[in-house]
């Protein structure tokens, strides 16, 4: 059967298990038009009542899409001490690397989740939130929604996860072991000590999970400076203290930590400050 064929199968599934749209018209759609439709469909859908046909039509489907995009192996990202000659401490373990994370062959990424950690429900939006669950598949949300039913039941109905933690989850249809969610702080207005603080203890709650849970290596997103509006070069500086700071006390355990950026500007800004 032709990837076209098997496309058109499972967007067919996602339409019937919509509640919404499945009348939805796709017939005169390009190919771009019902990868775009896919994706749609996988991000607004709740989470419950996933069958096992729909998850393996989905599966096949994103590990193609996987295959296409290329995986990049941690042996193939460079150190900053190779990449820029860098002197600073632990510059053997430290990488800057800039491009899509979820092509990451490490052993966590981390998502720049939202305080109900169940992904972003806004069609192919552009945030990390939303490409990781794109990339990992609909198991991801249901994953998150157990653990936060989880929580529910334990601190109450109203609960939202805190700025500041990790929770660490399957990685699925990534080429990654594990997803590691943080909840960044949103800056509204001007900056202040409580955003900083804040947006350390996503630093360090995020190496002190990969310790307990023996993850050698770890990609971290620009944690809350997108829609979030942390400024890039503050937030830049306190990811290389936290992330320098724990290597100066468990630098044996961790064999790569890695900064991932996406924007041009993203990596002049780190480049300034481990290079």
């Given at each position: 059967?032709?990837?076209?064929?098997?496309?058109?199968?499972?967007?067919?599934?996602?339409?019937?298990?919509?509640?919404?749209?499945?009348?939805?018209?796709?017939?005169?759609?390009?190919?771009?038009?019902?990868?775009?439709?896919i994706r749609s469909l996988?991000?607004?859908?709740?989470?419950?009542?996933?069958?096992?046909?729909?998850?393996?039509?989905?599966?096949?489907?994103?590990?193609?899409?996987?295959?296409?995009?290329?995986?990049?192996?941690?042996?193939?990202?460079?150190?900053?001490?190779?990449?820029?000659?860098?002197?600073?401490?632990?510059?053997?373990?430290?990488?800057?690397?800039?491009?899509?994370?979820?092509?990451?062959?490490?052993?966590?990424?981390?998502?720049?989740?939202?305080?109900?950690?169940?992904?972003?429900?806004?069609?192919?939006?552009?945030?990390?939130?939303?490409?990781?669950?794109?990339?990992?598949?609909?198991?991801?949300?249901?994953?998150?929604?157990?653990?936060?039913?989880?929580?529910?039941?334990?601190?109450?109905?109203?609960?939202e996860e805190p700025t500041?933690?990790?929770?660490?989850?399957?990685?699925?249809?990534?080429?990654?072991?594990?997803?590691?969610?943080?909840?960044?702080?949103?800056?509204?207005?001007?900056?202040?000590?409580?955003?900083?603080?804040?947006?350390?203890?996503?630093?360090?709650?995020?190496?002190?999970?990969?310790?307990?849970?023996?993850?050698?290596?770890?990609?971290?997103?620009?944690?809350?400076?997108?829609?979030?509006?942390?400024?890039?070069?503050?937030?830049?500086?306190?990811?290389?203290?936290?992330?320098?700071?724990?290597?100066?006390?468990?630098?044996?355990?961790?064999?790569?930590?890695?900064?991932?950026?996406?924007?041009?500007?993203?990596?002049?800004?780190?480049?300034?400050?481990?290079?």
């Amino acid at each position: 059967m032709k990837e076209t064929e098997k496309m058109d199968i499972l967007l067919e599934k996602l339409k019937e298990d919509s509640v919404k749209y499945k009348e939805l018209e796709t017939g005169g759609y390009s190919l771009e038009e019902k990868k775009n439709a896919i994706r749609s469909l996988m991000n607004i859908r709740m989470p419950g009542g996933l069958s096992d046909e729909l998850a393996d039509l989905q599966d096949e489907y994103l590990q193609e899409e996987r295959r296409a995009k290329g995986v990049v192996k941690l042996e193939d990202i460079p150190t900053i001490r190779e990449a820029f000659n860098s002197n600073l401490a632990y510059a053997d373990k430290v990488s800057l690397w800039q491009g899509d994370i979820t092509r990451l062959e490490v052993g966590a990424i981390v998502n720049a989740a939202n305080s109900q950690m169940l992904g972003c429900f806004v069609p192919c939006h552009r945030c990390i939130d939303n490409a990781i669950h794109s990339a990992a598949g609909m198991q991801l949300r249901e994953e998150c929604s157990h653990i936060m039913s989880r929580r529910r039941m334990k601190y109450g109905r109203n609960y939202e996860e805190p700025t500041g933690t990790a929770t660490l989850a399957s990685a699925y249809n990534l080429p990654c072991e594990y997803v590691l969610h943080t909840v960044g702080p949103i800056v509204y207005g001007r900056l202040n000590e409580k955003h900083c603080q804040d947006l350390r203890n996503c630093y360090e709650n995020v190496l002190q999970c990969c310790l307990e849970h023996g993850i050698k290596s770890v990609a971290f997103c620009c944690i809350s400076t997108g829609e979030f509006h942390f400024p890039n070069e503050k937030a830049a500086e306190i990811a290389w203290k936290a992330v320098s700071g724990f290597l100066e006390k468990h630098g044996d355990c961790m064999e790569r930590v890695i900064f991932n950026v996406f924007k041009d500007s993203d990596l002049e800004l780190y480049k300034k400050i481990l290079g």
